[in-house]
């Protein structure tokens, strides 16, 4: 807890819409704010005192840039690792740690991650080559998943039977079971420095097949109790052991049998959490400025339930951004809409998103199919 | 409708608190954003896209700030007036209009317009000099008012007998007839282009004696059904002869037989307004955004009741501002708290605000009294 009068000064690598919501919630408070991003045209750049033009995968760059700051956070995990380790060693303090971007920017070693510690996870192979899928075919359906660069459905490969095989990626990547899905979960989950935690409800997310891009997320998500206490169990699990604070979405299966598998990790705001911005107490947001700034957890309980709908990119459209249909989603009761800021679109950018709160789950769904059918990103 | 690629250029006069929170709700939209204000330390000059500093009462100034805008509002009236008309004129949309600020710049012709337009308000005469107070003695108890330049208590005197008469201001002022308050309401009423409406429920609002700063501030009112049809009518009646587009804050008294009085007006974003950010669907700021982006009006229903806090500058401290017990205040369920980055505090100065949502007024009122027993803003 900072008392003094000097405000505390907080960098963000990256400039996109996680960094734009992180900067509307830091103007609640008594900080100074910095943002890393090479272009300065970004939906962050205008919303912090200091705007550094720069690469965030950059040694130096990222050196320079931290170097007396108090704290420091990332949109993304795609950042100079290296250059963060030096400015921990400096004393500055990294949301989360280096060492658990090192493990989650990596595919193979965030599952092996998950096994060393006891977490369920989908079963899984390493492939260092292609030719070495083609030896796995016993082991299909499964998920083929580049180790690193991954991003929003890029790097990763559904390989159903061996007529798929090809699609796979001849670099180092890891091959998981497929899971018979039922639904799929995600969590936000808070530590501080001290370890104590505070866990969102779950949300339900539903994917767009085509594109791999979230569709809309329900919140909170229609689980059983059994299911709940274990999803919430094994949310902690993922945390507990990167001995790091931060906040961390948790991306999980269950499939029809009620077990429960970690997908993947983020250790950051995610797109899984905007709904908390106006259906929760504290935001995935402000309670990052809270464990950046030393202040206690926030309320992760919500206020009402909601459903997030992302707004993206029409296919067929690129170039400056034309919002199809805003008037009608704006007049929409109880919805809340956010638009990133950005000047070009492009099929699957992900440009805003919708929140819409309401104690009656039909009309969230009624509401967010209203959103996509008036909705369209034309440019 | 805005629906083409081009954002809307919108500038602010002003860049303190009010901008602030202005401009975190503008990041929601497609908008680019200009503040001009003379302090470039000011609360909102690093969350828009441009700062310009200079003085807003300074003609060229505004101006030439103004010129190429699409739209441009204040957040304190005390700006040039002419430059707005001359801006207006050229085709810049003003919230409110320039004429609207004329009126309500200067207590004595905001007093006329409510007595020429029937809204009801307390008797009133018309002070040029001191001399003229002193054969008002009959007319006692009154609180006078001064014509222009007062802000947040200050230019406003209680005169309650012949020798409070030496309080008096030797300027042009208004001498209001004293209500017998029961309880001091607030509307924010918003209008757009079309003249369609939006109402925000009644506030009560309880000052600190002391300071004549607000103390703490409930929504809903507690009113009859009878009194909340009498405040919100009062609340239309005024601003329907404004003939502007804009948001409005129209504080009434309420006296002990139910009548209503209109106390002021204020044509902008205001501090009565602020629980509207996590208490109600559509915010003051996001509203005002609305009708400047001319997008439909938002939803001003409560999602929950709320209280809100002033924080101000405590007695006898000047200074780089420390926050004594923040701890404690965010660690309040359900309190959001704002800061508004101000680095100097001085007694009674707005540094920030706190907002509980709560369905049970006890917890409520039980929660704000927390607040005050354990915030202090020292230097």
């Known amino acids: 807890m900072k008392n003094a009068s000097d405000r505390s ?3 963000i690598l990256g400039g996109g819409q996680l960094g734009r919501m992180l900067l509307q919630a830091a ?87 998950y096994k060393e510690h006891q977490v369920p996870t989908a079963d ?9 899928i083609t030896e796995m075919e016993s082991f299909l359906p499964a998920v083929h998943k580049l180790g690193e660069g ?24 890891v091959l998981e079971k497929m899971v018979d899905i039922d ?16 866990i969102y409800p779950p949300v339900a997310m539903i994917f767009d097949p085509n594109l791999n891009m979230l569709d809309y997320q329900l919140c909170p998500a229609d689980l059983s109790k059994q299911t709940l206490w274990k999803v919430e169990a094994v949310a902690l699990a993922v945390i507990r052991n990167f001995k790091s604070p931060g906040i961390f979405a948790v991306e999980m299966f269950v499939d029809r049998t009620g077990d429960v598998f970690v997908n993947e990790t983020a250790p950051r705001v995610h797109n899984s959490g905007h709904h908390t ?14 464990l950046m700034l030393g202040y206690p957890l926030g309320n992760t309980e ?21 919002y199809e249909g805003l008037e009608e989603v704006l007049k929409i009761e109880n919805a809340f809409v956010h638009l990133y ?12 998103h919708v929140t819409i709160l309401s104690a009656e789950k039909q009309d969230l769904l009624h509401k967010s199919n209203k959103i996509k059918n008036n909705l369209v990103v034309k440019a």
């Open 277 to 290: 911005i106006e259906a929760h107490y504290s935001s995935q947001f402000d309670m990052l400025w809270r």
């Open 27 to 113: 103007a609640n408070y008594h900080v100074e704010t910095f943002v890393l991003e090479n272009d300065p045209e970004c939906p962050a750049a205008h919303l912090c005192n200091h705007f550094t033009k720069g690469d965030i995968k950059d040694f130096n760059t990222v050196y320079n840039f931290g170097k007396g700051l108090d704290a420091i956070t990332i949109e993304i995990e795609n950042v100079n690792i290296e250059a963060l380790e030096k400015l921990e060693a400096e004393g500055v303090k990294v949301f989360p740690k280096p060492s658990v971007l090192r493990i989650i920017k990596n595919k193979i070693l965030q599952k092996q991650y």
């Open 302 to 322: 919500f206020i009402l339930p909601s459903v997030m709908v992302n707004i993206v990119g029409a296919d067929g459209y690129s170039g400056d951004v034309i």
């Open 124 to 132: 899984f192979k390493i492939t260092n080559h292609f030719a070495e």
């Open 341 to 352: 800021g950005k000047k070009q679109t492009k099929p699957g950018r992900k440009m805003g």
């Open 150 to 173: 991954g991003y929003d459905g890029r790097g990763v490969q559904i390989i159903r039977s061996k007529a798929d095989i090809e699609k796979g990626f001849d670099a180092p990547s």
């Open 9 to 11: 000064k907080v960098g």
């Open 183 to 198: 639904k799929e979960i995600a969590i936000i989950i808070a530590i501080n420095e001290k370890g104590a935690t505070a």
